[in-house]
């Protein structure tokens, strides 16, 4: 696998236009390659911020989260919320290189995600080409944060292992690699958290990954969501009282 991040300017929100960045720094897209887009640029370029002191940061978390919970439940004064299918520390707004603004997530990531694979496709005359929508996520037991995809398109999201046998002909269970976030993971790994100013990557040599010549259905995108009830960690999940967002 190869990763390559790709320096931009500084984007400011509402005065970019997604794709003609995209035509501005993207000179060559590899067949069977997938391109990660940071959720941060595409916010910004669709407008979604809101300006810091204009409303009530508690009230606007609350406004974009599915469920969540007060700050008074945290030793670090951080409200959680359950948003889009993901536990995220402050329902993914974010205050870092916005320029006084609040960011919130994309209005649509898998349009977005769809959109932009429409576009390399096109640009690119590609076949096999993959796109992902990335953030950054935090592992509860763990300090720091790793990437994760919020959406995906091109590809298959997940390699199925449940009942193919393992090196000593037992078979597997549960298994199932998350490869929009493996590859979510990798390339936030390269594009930096900081400044780095490096907001896209192309990620090549994929032998792992099965594209797709069409963006994932309805079904595809359901398989990707687990409930709270039916959830591994659903015994600590459950033990919180959540309180219901107005997303």
Not at 4 to 17: M, N, V
């Amino acid at each position: 696998m190869k990763i390559a991040a790709i320096k931009t300017h500084k984007i400011r929100a509402g005065e970019e236009d997604l794709f003609s960045i995209l035509d501005k720094y993207l000179k060559k897209v590899p067949e069977g390659s997938v391109l990660a887009v940071t959720s941060k640029i595409i916010s910004l370029c669709e407008g979604g911020v809101v300006k810091i002191g204009a409303v009530d940061k508690d009230e606007l978390i609350k406004s974009e989260a599915d469920f969540f919970l007060p700050r008074s439940a945290s030793k670090y004064d951080v409200m959680l919320a359950i948003k889009d299918g993901l536990i995220v520390p402050s329902s993914g707004i974010d205050e870092s290189n916005a320029d006084g603004y609040y960011v919130l997530w994309p209005k649509n990531p898998q349009e977005s995600a769809n959109k932009i694979l429409k576009y390399l496709k096109k640009r690119f005359h590609l076949k096999k080409a993959g796109v992902i929508i990335t953030d950054s996520k935090t592992t509860p037991l763990r300090w720091g944060t790793s990437g994760v995809a919020i959406a995906h398109s091109g590809f298959s999201a997940l390699n199925d292992y449940i009942g193919r046998p393992d090196i000593f002909r037992r078979k597997l269970k549960m298994t199932k690699a998350n490869i929009m976030d493996a590859l979510a993971a990798t390339a936030v790994l390269v594009m930096g958290e900081g400044r780095e100013q490096t907001p896209i990557a192309i990620i090549e040599n994929l032998p792992f990954v099965r594209f797709q010549n069409r963006v994932p259905s309805r079904a595809e995108l359901k398989e990707l969501r687990i409930t709270i009830e039916d959830d591994l960690y659903s015994p600590l999940l459950k033990a919180v009282k959540w309180r219901k967002g107005k997303k």
